[in-house]
Protein backbone atom coordinates (compact mmCIF):
# COMPACT_ATOMS: atom_id res chain seq x y z
CA UNK A 1 0.00 0.00 0.00
CA UNK A 2 2.95 2.25 0.91
CA UNK A 3 4.78 1.51 -2.68
CA UNK A 4 0.76 1.90 -4.10
CA UNK A 5 0.60 6.08 -2.27
CA UNK A 6 4.36 6.15 -4.17
CA UNK A 7 2.78 5.75 -7.49
CA UNK A 8 0.19 7.97 -6.94
CA UNK A 9 1.81 10.71 -5.91
CA UNK A 10 4.46 10.27 -9.02
CA UNK A 11 1.46 10.19 -11.33
CA UNK A 12 0.52 13.86 -9.42
CA UNK A 13 3.43 15.04 -10.05
CA UNK A 14 3.47 14.17 -13.53
CA UNK A 15 -0.05 15.75 -14.16
CA UNK A 16 0.89 18.96 -12.26
CA UNK A 17 4.11 19.74 -13.98
CA UNK A 18 6.36 22.92 -13.36
CA UNK A 19 3.56 25.08 -11.90
CA UNK A 20 2.60 22.66 -9.00
CA UNK A 21 4.35 22.19 -6.12
CA UNK A 22 7.63 20.28 -5.41
CA UNK A 23 6.77 17.16 -4.18
CA UNK A 24 8.96 14.68 -2.86
CA UNK A 25 8.08 10.64 -1.32
CA UNK A 26 10.85 9.27 0.58
CA UNK A 27 11.45 5.66 1.92
CA UNK A 28 12.47 5.03 5.30
CA UNK A 29 14.01 2.01 7.40
CA UNK A 30 10.70 0.03 8.33
CA UNK A 31 9.29 0.48 12.24
CA UNK A 32 12.65 2.56 12.97
CA UNK A 33 11.32 5.71 15.24
CA UNK A 34 15.04 6.88 15.27
CA UNK A 35 14.87 6.55 11.60
CA UNK A 36 11.43 8.31 10.94
CA UNK A 37 13.06 11.09 13.65
CA UNK A 38 16.29 12.01 11.32
CA UNK A 39 14.18 12.11 8.24
CA UNK A 40 11.96 14.66 9.62
CA UNK A 41 14.66 16.69 11.17
CA UNK A 42 16.46 16.21 7.26
CA UNK A 43 13.60 17.31 5.16
CA UNK A 44 12.52 20.00 7.24
CA UNK A 45 15.61 21.57 6.27
CA UNK A 46 14.32 22.28 2.85
CA UNK A 47 10.61 21.12 2.81
CA UNK A 48 7.73 23.40 3.68
CA UNK A 49 5.66 21.12 5.04
CA UNK A 50 6.08 17.13 5.49
CA UNK A 51 3.09 14.42 6.05
CA UNK A 52 4.60 10.70 7.12
CA UNK A 53 3.60 7.95 8.34
CA UNK A 54 3.51 8.17 11.96
CA UNK A 55 5.68 5.68 14.38
CA UNK A 56 4.00 6.64 18.34
CA UNK A 57 7.17 6.90 19.69
CA UNK A 58 8.95 9.55 22.10
CA UNK A 59 12.03 10.16 20.13
CA UNK A 60 9.81 10.92 16.80
CA UNK A 61 7.29 12.99 18.85
CA UNK A 62 10.06 15.34 20.28
CA UNK A 63 11.37 14.92 16.76
CA UNK A 64 8.24 16.57 15.25
CA UNK A 65 7.57 19.09 17.76
CA UNK A 66 10.89 20.07 17.24
CA UNK A 67 10.12 20.45 14.04
CA UNK A 68 7.04 22.03 13.83
CA UNK A 69 8.13 24.71 15.90
CA UNK A 70 10.50 26.28 13.30
CA UNK A 71 7.37 27.05 10.94
CA UNK A 72 7.45 23.76 9.14
CA UNK A 73 3.57 22.18 8.33
CA UNK A 74 3.35 18.55 9.60
CA UNK A 75 0.65 16.19 8.95
CA UNK A 76 0.57 12.48 9.69
CA UNK A 77 -1.31 9.94 7.73
CA UNK A 78 -2.25 6.35 8.28
CA UNK A 79 -1.27 6.12 11.93
CA UNK A 80 -1.22 8.78 13.78
CA UNK A 81 1.66 10.41 16.04
CA UNK A 82 -0.71 11.15 19.30
CA UNK A 83 -1.51 14.05 20.86
CA UNK A 84 0.74 16.50 19.38
CA UNK A 85 -0.67 19.88 19.59
CA UNK A 86 -0.77 21.17 15.57
CA UNK A 87 -0.43 17.90 13.74
CA UNK A 88 -3.31 16.80 12.19
CA UNK A 89 -4.31 13.62 11.03
CA UNK A 90 -5.44 11.75 8.09
CA UNK A 91 -6.55 8.57 8.26
CA UNK A 92 -9.17 6.15 9.41
CA UNK A 93 -11.09 5.79 12.57
CA UNK A 94 -9.19 2.64 13.41
CA UNK A 95 -11.07 1.79 16.71
CA UNK A 96 -14.14 1.57 14.59
CA UNK A 97 -12.33 -0.18 12.24
CA UNK A 98 -10.71 -3.03 14.20
CA UNK A 99 -14.41 -3.62 15.36
CA UNK A 100 -15.83 -3.79 11.58
CA UNK A 101 -13.54 -6.66 11.03
CA UNK A 102 -14.69 -8.26 14.43
CA UNK A 103 -17.98 -7.97 13.70
CA UNK A 104 -17.66 -9.60 9.94
CA UNK A 105 -15.68 -12.33 10.63
CA UNK A 106 -18.33 -13.37 13.68
CA UNK A 107 -20.73 -12.66 11.25
CA UNK A 108 -19.46 -15.11 8.40
CA UNK A 109 -17.84 -17.23 11.48
CA UNK A 110 -21.53 -18.99 11.21
CA UNK A 111 -21.79 -19.06 15.16
CA UNK A 112 -18.65 -21.74 15.10
CA UNK A 113 -16.48 -21.85 18.04
CA UNK A 114 -12.93 -21.44 18.09
CA UNK A 115 -9.96 -19.20 17.31
CA UNK A 116 -9.40 -15.76 15.99
CA UNK A 117 -5.92 -14.69 15.37
CA UNK A 118 -4.46 -11.48 14.65
CA UNK A 119 -1.16 -10.18 12.79
CA UNK A 120 -0.08 -6.81 12.70
CA UNK A 121 2.92 -4.77 11.37
CA UNK A 122 3.94 -3.39 14.94
CA UNK A 123 1.97 -1.92 18.09
CA UNK A 124 4.60 1.06 17.64
CA UNK A 125 1.82 1.90 14.83
CA UNK A 126 -0.75 3.93 16.50
CA UNK A 127 -3.20 2.65 13.84
CA UNK A 128 -2.33 -1.60 14.28
CA UNK A 129 -2.91 -0.84 18.51
CA UNK A 130 -6.38 0.84 17.64
CA UNK A 131 -7.86 -1.81 15.45
CA UNK A 132 -6.62 -4.52 17.69
CA UNK A 133 -8.27 -2.54 20.50
CA UNK A 134 -11.86 -2.61 18.52
CA UNK A 135 -11.34 -6.00 17.28
CA UNK A 136 -11.08 -7.19 21.07
CA UNK A 137 -13.94 -5.25 22.07
CA UNK A 138 -16.26 -5.77 19.92
CA UNK A 139 -15.33 -9.83 19.88
CA UNK A 140 -15.76 -9.93 23.69
CA UNK A 141 -19.12 -8.06 23.42
CA UNK A 142 -20.97 -9.72 20.44
CA UNK A 143 -19.02 -13.23 20.10
CA UNK A 144 -18.19 -14.98 23.65
CA UNK A 145 -17.57 -18.08 21.07
CA UNK A 146 -14.66 -16.94 19.48
CA UNK A 147 -11.24 -16.46 21.46
CA UNK A 148 -8.62 -14.03 20.29
CA UNK A 149 -5.25 -16.15 20.36
CA UNK A 150 -3.31 -13.37 20.90
CA UNK A 151 -1.35 -10.75 18.35
CA UNK A 152 1.88 -11.90 16.04
CA UNK A 153 3.76 -8.97 14.60
CA UNK A 154 5.09 -9.64 11.19
CA UNK A 155 6.35 -6.54 10.41
CA UNK A 156 4.42 -6.03 7.56
CA UNK A 157 6.69 -8.28 6.30
CA UNK A 158 5.33 -11.31 3.97
CA UNK A 159 7.89 -14.05 4.72
CA UNK A 160 7.43 -13.19 8.39
CA UNK A 161 3.30 -13.57 8.19
CA UNK A 162 4.02 -16.66 5.87
CA UNK A 163 6.05 -18.26 8.69
CA UNK A 164 3.54 -16.86 11.67
CA UNK A 165 0.60 -18.28 9.56
CA UNK A 166 2.11 -21.86 9.23
CA UNK A 167 2.34 -21.33 12.86
CA UNK A 168 -0.74 -21.17 13.59
CA UNK A 169 -2.39 -23.30 11.40
CA UNK A 170 -0.35 -26.23 12.93
CA UNK A 171 -0.85 -25.01 16.83
CA UNK A 172 -4.75 -24.19 16.67
CA UNK A 173 -6.06 -26.73 15.46
CA UNK A 174 -10.00 -24.56 15.38
CA UNK A 175 -8.79 -21.40 13.93
CA UNK A 176 -12.04 -20.25 12.63
CA UNK A 177 -10.03 -16.65 11.35
CA UNK A 178 -7.44 -14.46 11.02
CA UNK A 179 -7.05 -10.31 10.73
CA UNK A 180 -4.12 -9.14 9.14
CA UNK A 181 -4.10 -5.47 10.71
CA UNK A 182 -1.36 -4.50 8.66
CA UNK A 183 0.19 -5.17 5.56
CA UNK A 184 1.85 -7.65 3.17
CA UNK A 185 -1.29 -10.15 3.48
CA UNK A 186 0.84 -12.10 0.37
CA UNK A 187 2.39 -14.00 3.12
CA UNK A 188 -0.84 -15.02 4.69
CA UNK A 189 -2.89 -15.93 1.78
CA UNK A 190 0.32 -17.99 0.70
CA UNK A 191 0.60 -20.59 3.67
CA UNK A 192 -3.54 -20.63 3.54
CA UNK A 193 -3.26 -21.51 -0.06
CA UNK A 194 -0.44 -23.99 -0.20
CA UNK A 195 -2.50 -25.70 3.32
CA UNK A 196 -5.91 -25.64 1.25
CA UNK A 197 -7.62 -23.57 4.56
CA UNK A 198 -10.08 -22.00 2.84
CA UNK A 199 -12.26 -22.87 6.05
CA UNK A 200 -10.27 -19.99 7.88
CA UNK A 201 -12.13 -16.85 7.36
CA UNK A 202 -9.27 -14.02 6.08
CA UNK A 203 -9.49 -10.44 6.36
CA UNK A 204 -6.76 -7.49 5.42
CA UNK A 205 -5.80 -4.33 4.88
CA UNK A 206 -4.90 -2.27 1.28
CA UNK A 207 -6.24 -3.18 -2.25
CA UNK A 208 -3.40 -4.31 -3.73
CA UNK A 209 -2.89 -6.81 -7.02
CA UNK A 210 -1.91 -9.26 -4.35
CA UNK A 211 -4.80 -8.76 -2.43
CA UNK A 212 -7.37 -8.34 -5.34
CA UNK A 213 -6.37 -11.67 -6.68
CA UNK A 214 -6.63 -13.69 -3.26
CA UNK A 215 -10.31 -12.39 -2.68
CA UNK A 216 -11.09 -13.59 -6.85
CA UNK A 217 -9.68 -16.86 -5.78
CA UNK A 218 -11.42 -17.20 -2.27
CA UNK A 219 -8.25 -17.18 -0.56
CA UNK A 220 -9.16 -14.27 0.95
CA UNK A 221 -12.76 -12.89 2.29
CA UNK A 222 -12.22 -9.02 2.49
CA UNK A 223 -10.30 -5.92 1.35
CA UNK A 224 -10.17 -3.17 4.10
CA UNK A 225 -9.24 0.06 2.14
CA UNK A 226 -8.94 3.94 1.91
CA UNK A 227 -8.46 5.21 -1.29
CA UNK A 228 -4.66 6.29 -1.57
CA UNK A 229 -5.95 9.96 -4.15
CA UNK A 230 -8.34 11.06 -1.12
CA UNK A 231 -5.22 10.58 1.48
CA UNK A 232 -3.41 12.27 -0.93
CA UNK A 233 -5.77 15.57 -1.44
CA UNK A 234 -6.47 15.65 2.39
CA UNK A 235 -3.21 15.16 3.29
CA UNK A 236 -1.68 18.42 0.90
CA UNK A 237 -5.32 20.23 2.02
CA UNK A 238 -3.81 20.02 5.68
CA UNK A 239 -0.20 21.05 4.53
CA UNK A 240 -1.90 24.30 2.50
CA UNK A 241 -4.21 25.20 5.67
CA UNK A 242 -2.78 24.26 9.08
CA UNK A 243 -6.04 25.05 10.60
CA UNK A 244 -7.99 22.46 8.16
CA UNK A 245 -9.52 19.75 10.58
CA UNK A 246 -9.05 16.60 8.68
CA UNK A 247 -12.13 14.04 9.53
CA UNK A 248 -11.89 10.63 9.33
CA UNK A 249 -11.69 8.85 5.97
CA UNK A 250 -14.24 6.57 4.58
CA UNK A 251 -13.72 3.32 4.90
CA UNK A 252 -13.89 1.15 1.79
CA UNK A 253 -14.72 -2.58 1.57
CA UNK A 254 -14.04 -4.58 -0.43
CA UNK A 255 -15.64 -9.00 -1.59
CA UNK A 256 -15.15 -10.44 -4.65
CA UNK A 257 -18.42 -9.03 -6.27
CA UNK A 258 -17.37 -5.54 -6.10
CA UNK A 259 -13.67 -5.18 -6.45
CA UNK A 260 -13.29 -1.96 -8.33
Known amino acids: YLRLLGERLRARLERTGADGPALRCFFIESFSAQALAEALRRNAGWADGIAFFAIEHPVVREAAAEVAATGTRLVSIVSDLGSVPGIPHVGLDNRAVGRTAGLLIGRLSGGRAGA ?145
Open 116 to 260: VALVAGSRHYRAHSEREAGFLSIQEELFPQLRVHGMREGHDDAAENYRHTLALLDQVPDLVGIYNVGGSSGGITRALREQGRQDVIFIGHGLTQDTRKAVLEGTMDAIFDQDPDTLLDRAVACLNEPATTARPLKLDIYFSENLP
